[in-house]
Nanobody
Framework: AQLVESGGGLVQTGGSLRLSCAVS????????MAWFRQAPGKEREFVST????????YYADSVKGRFTISRDNRKDTAYLEMDNLKPEDTAVYYC???????????????WGLGTQVTVSS
């Protein structure tokens, strides 16, 4: 499977962005999907995950209440709606696909190349 993220950009503190992850696969609806992010000089960290049907989601504490993960299995696309953005949300955001919901990088089989999100103060 190939994953392509889009929707990143520059936004002011308090603003919103919606990231998309288009997946080239005939079995998109069999994947659990996730978003991770990596800031300069830091390790890649978990943001959110959603199961294959969209019926189960999980968030990192740092984004809970501000970010919403979703998916459209008809469009083979996952989304991350980010509201009330803060400067500490600045990072490259990656989507990932795997066969289990997990907070661990190593549990995902496919990755996109990432999209930059920059939040100015």
């Amino acid at each position: 499977a190939q994953l392509v993220e889009s929707g990143g950009g520059l936004v002011q503190t308090g603003g919103s962005l919606r990231l998309s992850c288009a997946v080239s696969s005939q079995t998109f609806d069999s994947f659990d999907m996730a978003w991770f992010r990596q800031a300069p000089g830091k390790e890649r960290e978990f943001v959110s995950t959603i199961n294959w049907s969209g019926g189960s989601t999980y968030y990192a504490d740092s984004v809970k209440g501000r970010f919403t993960i979703s998916r459209d299995n008809r469009k083979d696309t996952a989304y991350l709606e980010m509201d009330n953005l803060k400067p500490e949300d600045t990072a490259v955001y990656y989507c990932a696909a795997g066969t289990a919901m997990s907070m661990n990088v190593e549990d995902y089989d496919y990755w996109g190349l990432g999209t930059q999100v920059t939040v100015s103060s």
